[in-house]
C-alpha cells in the first residue's frame, strides 16, 4: 500500500481516538443508603438520574444502596473507587456505615481532587455525628413545619443553568425543610427558597425567625463543586420535566462540564 495511503489510515484513527476521548461519559456515584426514615422516592430518584444521564449520553450512573465504593483504597472483584467517579450523589438518611478512612476520602474527593458532590432531600438528614460533613453539604435538616403542602418557591438565581428554564415563582407540592447550622448564606449561594407569604408561619414547629428557608443551593468546597436541592420527597416531583432539566444541568455543573456562579450572598430583599 502506498505510503501516503497508509498516513491517512492513521491519522483517521488518531483523530477517531481524539474524538472518542473528548465524547467519553462521565461517571456519577449514586448513593441511596437509608439508615433512618424510609423514603419511597429513593429508588425512583436513582432510576431518574440514571435515566437523565442516558438520555443525555454525558454520563452513566453506578447505583448503590451502600457506601463500599466510597473510599479510596484497592478494592476487589472488579469494584471501583472514588478515583473512577466525577461526582457522588447522596439520597441518604442517618449515620451511614462508612469508616474513618472512607470519610477522608469523601472530603479529599471534593476538596482535593475537584469532584464534585450532589445531595437531595433528606442527605441533609445525615451524618449528624460528622460535622465536617455537614459543612460539605452547607447544613443539617430542623424538621418540616408543614410537613407535605402547596407553596409558592422563589428562584432566586435565575443565571444559574440549573435554575434558568423556571420561571421566577414556582408552585410546588412537597415536603419542604427548615435547616440549622451550619446553613449559612455567608456559605452557600442559595438558588430557590420557599416564599414565606405561602406557608403558616405561626406553626409552633417553626424555628426560623429569619423567614429564611432555603431550598436548593450551591457551594465551592476546596477545589470542588456541591449542589444541594431538597425537593424530591414526592415521588411525582422526579417526573416533572421542570425538575428533571434541574437535575441534568445540576450534575453537568457539579462535574465541571458548565459554568455557574456559586459565590455566596445576602438574601435578596424582596
Given at each position: 500500500?502506498?505510503?501516503?495511503?497508509?498516513?491517512?489510515i492513521?491519522?483517521?484513527?488518531?483523530?477517531?481516538?481524539a474524538?472518542q476521548?473528548?465524547?467519553?461519559k462521565?461517571?456519577l456515584?449514586?448513593?441511596?443508603?437509608?439508615?433512618?426514615?424510609?423514603?419511597?422516592?429513593?429508588?425512583?430518584?436513582?432510576a431518574?438520574?440514571e435515566?437523565?444521564?442516558?438520555?443525555?449520553?454525558?454520563w452513566?450512573?453506578y447505583?448503590?444502596?451502600?457506601?463500599?465504593?466510597?473510599?479510596k483504597?484497592?478494592?476487589g472483584?472488579?469494584?471501583?473507587n472514588?478515583?473512577?467517579?466525577?461526582?457522588?450523589m447522596?439520597?441518604?438518611?442517618?449515620?451511614?456505615d462508612?469508616n474513618?478512612?472512607?470519610?477522608?476520602?469523601?472530603?479529599s474527593?471534593?476538596k482535593e481532587?475537584?469532584?464534585?458532590?450532589l445531595?437531595?432531600h433528606?442527605?441533609?438528614?445525615?451524618f449528624?455525628?460528622?460535622?465536617?460533613?455537614?459543612?460539605?453539604?452547607?447544613?443539617?435538616?430542623?424538621d418540616?413545619?408543614w410537613?407535605?403542602?402547596?407553596?409558592?418557591?422563589n428562584i432566586e438565581?435565575?443565571?444559574f443553568?440549573?435554575?434558568?428554564?423556571?420561571?421566577?415563582?414556582?408552585p410546588?407540592?412537597?415536603e419542604?425543610?427548615q435547616?440549622?447550622?451550619?446553613?449559612?448564606?455567608d456559605?452557600v449561594?442559595?438558588?430557590?427558597?420557599?416564599?414565606?407569604?405561602?406557608?403558616?408561619?405561626?406553626?409552633?414547629?417553626?424555628h426560623?425567625?429569619?423567614?429564611?428557608?432555603?431550598?436548593?443551593?450551591?457551594?465551592?468546597?476546596g477545589?470542588g463543586?456541591?449542589?444541594?436541592?431538597?425537593?424530591g420527597?414526592?415521588?411525582e416531583?422526579?417526573d416533572?420535566?421542570?425538575?428533571?432539566?434541574?437535575w441534568?444541568?445540576?450534575?453537568?455543573?457539579?462535574?465541571?462540564?458548565?459554568?455557574g456562579?456559586?459565590?455566596?450572598?445576602p438574601k435578596?430583599?424582596?
Amino acid at each position: 500500500m502506498h505510503k501516503s495511503i497508509w498516513l491517512a489510515i492513521l491519522c483517521a484513527a488518531l483523530g477517531l481516538g481524539a474524538a472518542q476521548a473528548q465524547t467519553a461519559k462521565k461517571k456519577l456515584l449514586f448513593i441511596g443508603e437509608v439508615k433512618g426514615f424510609q423514603h419511597d422516592s429513593v429508588s425512583h430518584a436513582m432510576a431518574t438520574i440514571e435515566k437523565l444521564g442516558q438520555q443525555s449520553g454525558l454520563w452513566d450512573t453506578y447505583l448503590r444502596t451502600d457506601t463500599q465504593l466510597v473510599t479510596k483504597e484497592k478494592l476487589g472483584g472488579n469494584a471501583k473507587n472514588l478515583n473512577y467517579f466525577d461526582a457522588v450523589m447522596f439520597y441518604t438518611t442517618g449515620e451511614l456505615d462508612m469508616n474513618d478512612e472512607q470519610k477522608a476520602a469523601l472530603l479529599s474527593f471534593v476538596k482535593e481532587d475537584g469532584k464534585g458532590f450532589l445531595g437531595t432531600h433528606s442527605a441533609t438528614d445525615t451524618f449528624y455525628k460528622w460535622p465536617e460533613y455537614g459543612d460539605l453539604i452547607g447544613a443539617y435538616f430542623n424538621d418540616h413545619p408543614w410537613g407535605q403542602v402547596h407553596c409558592r418557591i422563589n428562584i432566586e438565581d435565575r443565571n444559574f443553568p440549573a435554575m434558568r428554564h423556571f420561571p421566577a415563582q414556582l408552585p410546588l407540592y412537597d415536603e419542604i425543610y427548615q435547616f440549622k447550622e451550619p446553613y449559612s448564606r455567608d456559605k452557600v449561594r442559595v438558588l430557590m427558597s420557599v416564599d414565606p407569604s405561602s406557608v403558616d408561619l405561626t406553626n409552633p414547629r417553626v424555628h426560623r425567625t429569619d423567614k429564611d428557608f432555603a431550598v436548593t443551593w450551591v457551594r465551592q468546597y476546596g477545589k470542588g463543586r456541591v449542589f444541594y436541592s431538597s425537593l424530591g420527597h414526592r415521588e411525582e416531583i422526579w417526573d416533572r420535566p421542570d425538575i428533571q432539566q434541574m437535575w441534568t444541568e445540576a450534575v453537568k455543573w457539579a462535574m465541571g462540564l458548565t459554568q455557574g456562579d456559586a459565590t455566596p450572598r445576602p438574601k435578596p430583599a424582596n
